[in-house]
């Protein structure tokens, strides 16, 4: 049974992969939301979220604040301002999530996540 302060390998993977283009793309949608914050979003837009998101959402899947993260309705298009409050509500919860098990200890050594053991 995986303890509550340890993840995978995958989550690992996808987390570092996933977080600088959250990072980038969370920007844009910052600023475009600033310029026109009730200017509705393209499909093409929805669909690039979304991919991101979901994969997020797998790997925050198992955190108490996972019923709270939901993806875009690529059927009703978004407003920016939309976006940017459920980008908000992921990368809340990604922050919490890099809190919880990314560990710095300079005495023991360099940062480390703290992995569920792997199966024999």
């Not at 309705?73 to 919860?93: E, H």
């Not at 990604?94 to 919880?100: A, C, G, I, N, T």
Request: no cysteine; aromatic share 10%; charged share 30%.
């Amino acid at each position: 049974m995986m303890k509550k302060n340890q993840i995978t390998e995958e989550q690992i993977s996808i987390f570092r992969t996933a977080i600088p283009l959250f990072d980038s793309l969370y920007k844009e949608v910052s600023m475009l939301a600033q310029k026109k914050p009730d200017g509705t979003v393209n499909k093409t837009k929805v669909a690039l979220v979304n991919r991101l998101l979901e994969d997020l959402k797998t790997v925050l899947s198992k955190e108490d604040h996972d019923k709270y993260l939901d993806i875009l309705d690529d059927d009703t298009l978004p407003q920016y301002s939309d976006v940017l409050l459920v980008m908000s509500q992921y990368k809340a919860s990604l922050k919490e999530f890099s809190h919880r098990y990314y560990y710095s200890d300079v005495a023991y050594g360099p940062s480390t996540w703290h992995r569920s053991p792997k199966k024999a």
